[in-house]
């Protein structure tokens, strides 16, 4: 079989079961003997492929579905919890979660779920404006320095190490400080503090495939510089980022709940997650779920955005 | 089946015998059945070679004997006893016992294969700090005379440095030296020489001989090439998609070769093919025969390029290419050729006028192109077209085949979508694709599909010229040989001329007409293709010629076609 | 390696400069009118009269480009300005604020090496694959859970429920403990996650099997081999890991309600005292420089493929240079 196989190799170019990285290639002591076999090339029905993928993993469709709820609960928060959040009932204060109340209650007798889950729109809302800030800014920032390189690549590296030099906290008090409290300058404010992770990473993969074989092969075939840029370039260099993007959701979570549990974003009785934390505080001791039931939807948001940003890693590894 | 079993008091000492192994790999396409059904042995003082290409087994196989499978990898069946011991079920530390100690190991990459932190004294004196009760200070010095003996010269200096500051062939004596320095029974050379110039490569293997013969160690032999397995075997064993397809001698194996893979491997082995034979020039192409245009295609004229070096490697200037000139005719191929840091790569991107020349000058068809710069120089690039060594990284991943082949027509707004596409099917044609392939991309192509993607997009502009840097080198030797014939026949066919990149000597014969020789930036030789292998003028071009594996049998032993 | 040095000192010192330039545009600039921010607000009774007689005392009414050129010849000479709110030097200000957060900071990174770097080499070194993906699946979650909750419930059972630590204050070493493990929480997540990714790849590497071939047990290619050069890249962020320590005591301290860094920088920034928030920011990025400096001294001592650092070059000279420098 394998010596047919073999002449059908040769004398049938179309059919060549070719091989994996040859012999001069730094390749590692393994043969995977894949494209040995009489393989003829195979379409790929990829997001069906990738479907599939999702259900097989129980801890990421456990964060798909998470995230679902999460921006159901963002967009259309009455779906999952119709009450109202501002008014409560002063003589169900302080109770303990049970079927009537999900959450447990707060000091005012203010359900805790209904809370939550409206106070998800404020949070999400200002994770995902300072998710896009830090990605359309440093996303651009990274492109020109990688693409134009020289000068430019210096100084905008340059500018962006010195955002990295103050830590992205207190990078957004001080914004904070000086645009005043509220959500939205909660927003720009960790949105700002993430450019310079995201203008790096963009710039090294423009980088990357800026100095490819297949880039030079372009100009080589007469390509203009800037369809280099939009067919080549771009859409080869946006893997990493879309990973980061997740990843910074998830950060960006955790900032706009920390600026809100100390105090600066919308004013009480805005349930924004990190003030309710805050606000459980005082009674720390008689009602734990004020604390740690707003504490843990964020700790599972964060993790969510992080499972699903790991996912998106490795699907790109592998291809 | 390994040959007979020896009785206790007659022929050498039986080091290694693998039977009926079986190893098999978890991928997330499946299970892949790497190596299936193996058996062969290597007694002391022999030398056996595995030959195969990728995909045949013969890295598994090695890593087998020494189980230093990668993961995912599992023996599914059969023994490996190496001197009584059972590899292929030992326990952890029973394998620490012996690796290093029975058997050494030299692994294919030496660029890779030593820890950069460490120096290379410690490098090699941990083996035995690991085996004997050697003390620190005298491990040290068996490390140094271990590196004498590789043939590192000042091994007293080097046994202090690190890895980064050694060259790619000294690194590999080092691991020579690693691998010997504890008087192992067998050694497992993987590819030992795959990775370094062809000159460094005789050296190597000269040196391994030297070092085994004499204490009776055998040796296993990975390689691709025939041609150095039949120069320094015992025996050949030929392996191909898992299995041993043949063993043998080497008289036996390339003289009388039996199974018919051997037989194709045999014949497109460009180092064992000798003198091709020209058919090609027997028959007057009909492009020749035409009345010639005048003039060469391409010229080059006292090129010189010099590279500034970073200040940390002492500054000054690097002269990459010394005063080259060269006269490329129509329809003919020339060779360059020469090893790592030749100027080769540089000067034909010299010649594509990707690089700005320090002085010369470049000609197209006798016009002089050095100083064109911006659309002019754009519009230059239809008449010259580059084909890349690496088929992998030359092709964008995410395009389809289509669209890369007609990626120059759009750059230069040639036809209308519809007569782009048909000229997309009309170059796979060309190159001897399947139309279904326009859709494909490259991750689902093997390595020659993805190097006929990459001449037929170089053809796409009817080109004069087209500059093949090193095409073949990454292919198969099969797979060469079906690419370098597509060459040859494109070029009688569309009348192209070739500016052909190499440091294989070997498919330089069977391609080319002239052949340029660099060393160092200069050219050292230069002239007809035949004559500079029958009678080399420069003393480089000759050691270059003598290191071409498989002189024996070229020479005449067994009468390979 | 004194030009190296030198090089690297002149780039912290502008390193400085620019955050210094960073920090101005954001506290002084942006803002419309920064005394209106510092002593206005809705609540404030003072007078409009009064606020400009603040803005010509605290030359707020000069042209940005003075302010700026004046302010920081006067930083240059130690002067940061006073507090708004208490009318202290800032400098004194954060001088005092500094031991206490420097306790807890250096507990807290001790306890994030030791426990993040331990968890690290251990889940790589075991051999059963469970074990090892349930000791990984562990630094996410680390990452994940907001400190400030962490902190909270920290409170929740060694102060109240099991009263073994103080809840609050600065006194004595019980005090640092509930504070550190809070600080060490994402610090020593990071410090795992880092230095786990990076063992895996370095337990991958040709070399990591040249040393297998030599019959080195697993623990020395573990030990031995994989761990200095797996450490290597984690030292790099080292200036960001202090940094993010430094951004967790504002929210360790407020609720351990202990004086200190943080806390100064929440209380700055409840009442927008620009001054002392600038000379915070100023700190931290002093220390970030500071550490860098360090790294940069340590890193070639470690690494000896690094004598100095250069811009990556075209690839055109890359290829015709691999000969003469042994490198990649």
């Given at each position: 079989m394998t010596a047919v196989d073999a002449l059908t190799a040769l004398t049938d170019p179309a059919r060549a079961a070719g091989t994996g990285?040859?012999?001069?290639?730094?390749?590692?002591?393994?043969?995977?003997?894949i494209h040995g076999r009489d393989e003829d090339v195979v379409a790929r029905h990829v997001w069906r492929g990738r479907l599939v993928d999702v259900l097989r993993r129980p801890g990421l469709l456990l964060a798909v579905v998470w995230t679902g709820l999460v921006l159901l609960a963002a967009f259309a928060p009455a779906v999952l919890a119709s009450g109202d959040p501002l008014t409560g009932v002063p003589a169900d204060k302080l109770q303990g979660p049970s079927a009537a109340h999900w959450f447990g209650t707060d000091q005012l007798g203010r359900d805790l779920f209904t809370r939550v889950v409206h106070g998800t729109h404020l949070t999400l809302q200002a994770a995902l404006v300072a998710v896009g800030v830090g990605l359309v800014v440093g996303a651009l920032l990274g492109l020109l320095a990688g693409f134009v390189g020289g000068v430019l690549d210096d100084v905008v590296m340059r500018t962006v190490d010195v955002l990295l030099s103050i830590p992205s906290l207190l990078l957004s008090l001080a914004l904070i400080t000086a645009l005043g409290f509220g959500t939205v300058n909660v927003a720009i404010a960790v949105g700002l503090a993430s450019v310079a992770s995201v203008a790096r990473i963009m710039r090294s993969e423009v980088l990357r495939v800026r100095t490819s074989v297949y880039v030079e092969a372009a100009h080589a075939g007469g390509s203009r510089w800037w369809s280099v840029l939009f067919r080549h370039v771009l859409p080869n260099s946006t893997g990493p980022v879309v990973v980061l993007a997740a990843l910074e959701l998830g950060a960006a979570i955790l900032a706009v709940s920390a600026l809100s549990f100390l105090g600066y974003g919308e004013p009480p009785p805005a349930p924004e997650w990190g003030a309710l934390v805050s606000g459980g505080r005082d009674h720390l001791r008689t009602s734990w779920w004020l604390t740690t039931l707003p504490g843990l939807t964020i700790a599972a948001s964060v993790l969510a955005a992080g499972r699903i940003s790991r996912a998106l890693d490795g699907d790109r590894g592998a291809r | 089946m390994s040959g007979t079993t020896n009785g206790p008091t007659t022929g050498p000492e039986r080091l290694l015998t693998v039977t009926d192994l079986a190893v098999t790999y978890r991928t997330s396409r499946g299970d892949v059945r790497a190596v299936r059904d193996v058996s062969l042995h290597v007694d002391a003082g022999e030398t056996v070679a595995l030959v195969g290409e990728s995909g045949s087994g013969k890295s598994t196989t090695a890593a087998a004997v020494v189980r230093l499978l990668a993961a995912g990898a599992r023996i599914e069946r059969g023994t490996v006893d190496l001197l009584g011991h059972d590899v292929a079920h030992a326990s952890p530390r029973a394998l620490q016992a012996v690796r290093g100690r029975l058997v050494g190991l030299v692994p294919q990459d030496p660029t890779v294969s030593l820890n950069p932190v460490q120096r290379i004294g410690d490098q090699v004196a941990e083996v035995l700090r690991i085996h004997g009760s050697v003390g620190r200070r005298a491990a040290a010095v068996a490390a140094v005379e271990a590196l004498r003996k590789a043939g590192l010269p000042d091994p007293e200096v080097r046994a202090r440095q690190y890895p980064h500051e050694l060259s790619g062939g000294m690194r590999q004596r080092v691991l020579i030296a690693i691998a010997l320095v504890a008087q192992p029974r067998l050694l497992v050379a993987d590819e030992p020489t795959s990775a370094l110039d062809v000159t460094v490569q005789r050296q190597i293997l000269d040196h391994l001989e030297e070092l085994t013969t004499g204490t009776g160690t055998g040796v296993l032999l990975i390689t691709h090439d025939l041609g150095v397995a039949a120069d320094r075997a015992d025996r050949i064993v030929v392996m191909s998609q898992g299995r041993v397809v043949e063993q043998g001698t080497p008289d036996a194996v390339l003289g009388s070769p039996q199974d018919p893979y051997t037989r194709a491997l045999l014949a497109a082995a460009p180092s064992l093919r000798g003198a091709r034979t020209r058919p090609r020039d027997a028959v007057p192409s009909p492009a020749a025969s035409e009345a010639p245009a005048p003039g060469p295609a391409l010229e080059v004229e006292h090129l010189v390029k010099d590279f500034p070096l970073p200040r940390s490697a002492g500054g000054g200037r690097l002269r990459?290419?010394?005063d080259v000139s060269f006269v490329l005719p129509r329809g003919r191929t020339l060779a360059l050729v020469g090893e790592s840091g030749s100027g080769k790569s540089t000067t034909a991107r010299l010649a594509l006028r990707l690089v700005e020349p320090t002085s010369g000058s470049v000609l197209v068809d006798g016009e002089d192109v050095t100083g064109t710069h911006g659309e002019a120089l754009r519009a230059l690039r239809r008449r010259m077209q580059v084909v890349y060594q690496n088929p992998y990284a030359s092709l964008d991943p995410r395009w389809p085949v289509e669209r890369i082949v007609t990626e120059p027509l759009r750059a230069f707004r040639v036809g209308d979508r519809r007569s782009r596409s048909a000229r997309a099917a009309e170059l796979l044609d060309v190159v001897a694709l399947p139309v279904t392939a326009l859709q494909r991309r490259p991750a689902e192509l093997s390595g020659g599909q993805r190097q006929r993607v990459a001449i037929a997009r170089a053809l796409a502009l009817r080109p004069e010229v087209v500059v093949l840097d090193e095409p073949v080198s990454a292919l198969d030797v099969s797979v060469q040989a079906q690419v370098l014939d597509l060459l040859a026949g494109l070029q009688d066919e569309l009348g192209l001329s070739y500016l052909f990149i190499s440091h294989d000597l070997a498919v330089v014969r069977q391609v080319a007409h002239e052949v340029v020789v660099l060393s160092h930036g200069r050219v050292v030789e230069h002239g007809d293709v035949e004559q500079v292998f029958a009678r080399p003028q420069d003393d480089y071009t000759a050691e270059l010629l003598s290191a071409i594996p498989g002189s024996r049998v070229r020479a005449g032993v067994g009468g390979a076609p | 390696m004194t030009r190296y040095l030198a090089v690297r000192l002149a780039q912290a010192l502008g390193v400085l400069w620019a955050a210094y330039t960073v920090t101005f545009v954001v506290l002084y600039a942006l803002p419309g009118d920064p005394v209106s921010l510092m002593y206005g607000g809705d609540s404030s009774d003072v007078t409009p009269e009064q606020l400009a007689a603040l803005r010509a005392q605290y030359g707020l009414d000069r042209p940005l480009p003075v302010q700026y050129v004046s302010q920081l010849g006067l930083a240059l000479q130690g002067d940061l300005g006073t507090s708004v709110v208490n009318g202290r030097p800032v400098t004194a200000l954060i001088a005092e604020a500094v031991p206490p957060t420097a306790q807890i900071a250096a507990l807290g990174l001790l306890l994030a090496l030791v426990l993040g770097g331990g968890l690290a080499v251990g889940a790589t070194y075991v051999r059963s694959r469970a074990l090892s993906q349930t000791l990984l699946s562990l630094p996410p979650l680390g990452v994940a859970i907001p400190s400030f909750w962490f902190g909270l419930t920290l409170v929740q059972w060694f102060s109240f429920t099991f009263p073994l630590f103080p809840a609050v204050g600065n006194k004595g070493f019980s005090s640092l403990v509930l504070p550190a493990i809070t600080l060490a929480l994402p610090t020593g997540a990071l410090v795992a996650q880092m230095l786990s990714r990076s063992l895996l790849g370095t337990l991958h590497e040709p070399w990591a099997d040249t040393a297998r071939a030599k019959g080195a047990s697993r623990a020395r290619v573990h030990l031995g081999h994989a761990l200095r050069n797996a450490a290597l890249p984690t030292l790099t962020v080292t200036g960001l890991v202090v940094g993010g320590l430094l951004s967790g005591a504002v929210v360790t301290e407020t609720v351990f309600s202990r004086a200190g860094l943080g806390r100064l920088t929440a209380t700055s920034v409840g009442a927008q005292d620009i001054p002392v928030v600038q000379g915070i920011v100023l700190f931290a990025a002093l220390v970030y420089v500071l550490v860098n400096l360090l790294v940069d001294v340590l890193y070639p001592l470690l690494d000896p493929r690094i004598v100095r650092v250069r811009r990556p070059r075209p690839v055109a000279a890359r290829a015709a240079a691999p000969a003469l420098v042994g490198a990649a």
């Open positions: 990285a040859g012999p001069d290639q730094a390749s590692a002591p393994v043969d995977t003997g | 990459a290419v010394d | -």
